[in-house]
């Protein structure tokens, strides 16, 4: 685990109002409300690799992604782990934490160096209490919480490692040209998101590239056509 770099009131407050202006949860509220709660929550600064809060702990903050990136992982006693989302800029987790409680439900660890926006349980239900508009933006987001559970439930439950690798490339790429490039996956980032070993990713990469499906440099892999439904 990495030690946070600093913990500091955030000194360009318009930087803050922005990225809570544009998150799902404070979206749309007036700027009198944001400036308030953006004068009231910390920044932290965390490096690469830094564990933010692990599966099982009792805290209680909402975190707000300000620049960086976090994936959320669950582990089990003999240390198997599982990638069940990936979170960057403007998004938030530890929705649960301050409304009665919960203990974390998952871990969260940086990808790469990351600011992020730390809410106390009491400023949050301050801000709930004067805005209860936000009690239905949690509820909508605690539904697609469930949603995308339920689909990562169902793709371990019901889909082959293949179909498990082709979802993940899909759900990673973005549009560059005429060609879908995922962001930066290593091979042991692959398997922890589908629950299979590096060497069975290793396999289907290097058959799908073979056959001219994919093209891989560095961390990144383009998708060159189509990928076939089977393996």
């Not at 082709?166 to 930066?184: C, F, I, M, P, S």
Request: overall charge neutral; glycine content about 6%; hydrophobic content about 40%.
């Amino acid at each position: 685990m990495s030690i946070m770099e600093s913990s500091k009131k955030p000194e360009n407050i318009n930087r803050v109002i922005n990225t809570l202006h544009k998150t799902a949860l404070f979206e749309g509220l007036d700027e009198v409300v944001l400036k308030q709660l953006s004068s009231q929550v910390v920044s932290r600064q965390f490096p690469k690799n830094s564990i933010i809060v692990t599966q099982g702990d009792e805290t209680d903050s909402l975190y707000v992604i300000m620049d960086g990136k976090v994936d959320v992982f669950l582990q089990n006693d003999k240390g198997k782990e599982i990638i069940i989302n990936s979170l960057g800029e403007c998004d938030t987790f530890g929705e649960l934490a301050p409304l009665g409680g919960i203990p974390r439900q998952a871990s969260i660890i940086t990808t790469e160096s990351s600011i992020l926006i730390v809410i106390s349980r009491q400023v949050f239900m301050d801000t709930l209490l004067t805005k209860p508009a936000i009690s239905m933006r949690i509820i909508n987001r605690l539904i697609d919480l469930i949603q995308n559970l339920t689909e990562e439930v169902s793709s371990l439950a019901l889909e082959d490692v293949y179909s498990r690798v082709v979802r993940v490339l899909y759900k990673h790429a973005e549009k560059v040209g005429d060609k879908l490039v995922t962001e930066k996956l290593t091979q042991q980032d692959i398997a922890l998101r589908v629950g299979a070993t590096r060497e069975m990713v290793h396999r289907i990469l290097k058959e799908l590239k073979t056959g001219g499906y994919i093209s891989i440099e560095g961390k990144h892999i383009t998708i060159e056509k189509k990928l076939p439904p089977g393996w």
